[in-house]
């Protein structure tokens, strides 16, 4: 089935965010579907983390539309965001250091059992979900502050799952990790798009996103300057579109249909 035939796990339309005099986002609009990763690229001042932020709650709009599975919906605070379905792993992960894994996937989530939470299950759901991702942890009752760089942004990852989350936002979630973990942080990335999830990954690495992105959106100067599928373009052309933009016209995707 064609992407134009589904509806969008998330769309904008003419989103746009202004600081004062500075225009941040101008007119940008875009879908991103179910099981499917859609990378997120520009240069440095492009828009990409306003526009993961107008995403995520963090930042309301001056005009524009957001939609989630068909439904119109506003954000004026994150916990809106994280209530229809939307869950960003920012690069600083926002994870408690001093709790261990299993609290920091359920914190403020916790099951309970009477008046007394429910700390059999939670450590039980906790292993599921890590294991969905066969990350090799000691325990799931370990502090995070003890794991590596790779393994903290999968249990922020993990955490956004158990939490219900149908669009997962990663902002450069490989900015601070080795080779080795990069490559597993992207696998994960193929694991929520083969599992139904809608993964948008903002990121500056071309090399390393190709493998996994489906489709391209490239910001240029706080517009969408181009949408490409990955089988109708290369990462030269990529690059262009980051550095010089798109003729006029050329904001939608190339193949009709797609």
Known sequence: MTASKRVPALSARNISKTFGHVTALNDVSFDAYPGEVLAIIGDNGAGKSTLIKTLSGVYDVDSGSLRVAGEQVEFRKPADATKAGIATVYQDLALVDTRDVASNLFLGKEFT?????????????????????????????????????????????????VQGAGVVIMDEPTAALGVTESAKVMEIAAQLRDSGTSVLVISHNLQQIWPVADRFLVMRLGRAA?????????????VKLIVYGAGDGDVQERTAGA
């Open 113 to 161: 059992k009477g008046l007394f939470v429910d700390r059999k299950r939670i450590y039980a759901e906790a292993r599921a979900a890590i294991d969905r991702f066969s990350l090799k942890l000691p325990s799931v009752k370990v502090n995070v502050g003890m794991l590596s760089g790779g393994q903290r942004q999968v249990v922020a990852i993990a955490r956004a799952l």
């Open 226 to 238: 181009a949408v490409r599928r990955k089988e109708d373009t290369s990462i030269d052309e990529l």
